[in-house]
């Protein structure tokens, strides 16, 4: 079946020390995001390519990137994770061209940050 | 810019309870109209959706209908079971997506 993976289910890193995440798709979509959510919290839209453009929210923090070296794998780094980067991230895709903006979600990656 | 608000939770019900939902949107044009579901521990499916003015959508027993007179597309399930027991997100739709809180409904056996 065609789908979003995201690896590791759950990562654990130590405050500081980089860490990735990353997602895999094999719905050949041209649009890949990356959201964050708190415990309870809204899914927050981080960052998202169409196609090769990165598009970064203004409120992301720059300790925060993303790499998509092809269409179907897309990375998130945390550079330096501080305590308040422990969270849900959650990958997801879209074709919009096919399906009006309806977005496929991974099964997300939790972080925890020790 | 465009923008949802949804009812805020929980929602506790009994199963096999009536469930409403509310969402009411605001944008310009007539943007094509999303319900999500997030499990617990789990990222975020779709539940449903509904591209145009009078559609309705559904799936798994839940229904929700784009009403632009109202600017609404509340969710709505006749009998809810356990399993239900999940976050329900009505997101804007368009490129940038943006979700609200969700609404976290709990069902009782």
């Known amino acids: 079946d065609a789908m979003v993976i995201q690896n590791p289910r759950y990562q654990v890193t130590q405050f500081g020390k980089p860490v990735t995440l990353s997602c895999s798709q094999t719905?050949?979509?041209?649009?890949m995001y990356w959201y964050q959510q708190k415990s309870s919290q809204a899914p927050k839209l981080l960052f998202h390519?169409?196609?090769?453009?990165?598009?970064n929210e203004a409120d992301t923090p720059d300790n925060f990137q993303s790499r998509r070296p092809n269409t179907s794998f897309c990375f998130l780094d945390i550079r330096s994770p501080g305590l308040g980067d422990a969270a849900m991230y959650l990958c997801?895709?879209?074709?919009?061209?096919?399906?009006?903006?309806?977005?496929?979600f991974g099964p997300g990656t939790r972080l925890t940050v020790t | 810019g465009d923008s949802v608000t949804q009812m805020e939770g929980p929602v506790t019900l009994s199963e096999e309870a009536f469930l409403t939902i509310n969402c009411t949107y605001t944008?310009?044009?007539?943007?094509?109209l999303f319900w999500y579901v997030q499990y617990p521990g789990e990222g975020l499916q779709l539940l449903l959706k509904?591209?145009?003015?009078?559609d309705k959508g559904s799936n798994k027993g839940f229904e929700a209908t784009y009403r632009k007179e109202t600017t609404s597309f509340h969710l709505e399930k006749g009998s809810v079971q356990v399993s239900d027991s999940a976050v329900y997100f009505c997101?804007?739709?368009?490129?940038?997506?943006?979700f609200g809180a969700g609404t976290r409904l709990f069902v009782k056996a």
């Open positions: 997801a895709t879209s074709r919009p061209e096919a399906s009006l903006y309806e977005q496929y």
């Open positions: 719905l050949n979509h041209n649009v």
């Open positions: 390519y169409y196609d090769k453009d990165f598009n």
């Open positions: 944008a310009t044009g007539y943007p094509s």
């Open positions: 509904a591209t145009k003015a009078d």
């Open positions: 997101p804007t739709g368009g490129f940038k997506t943006i």
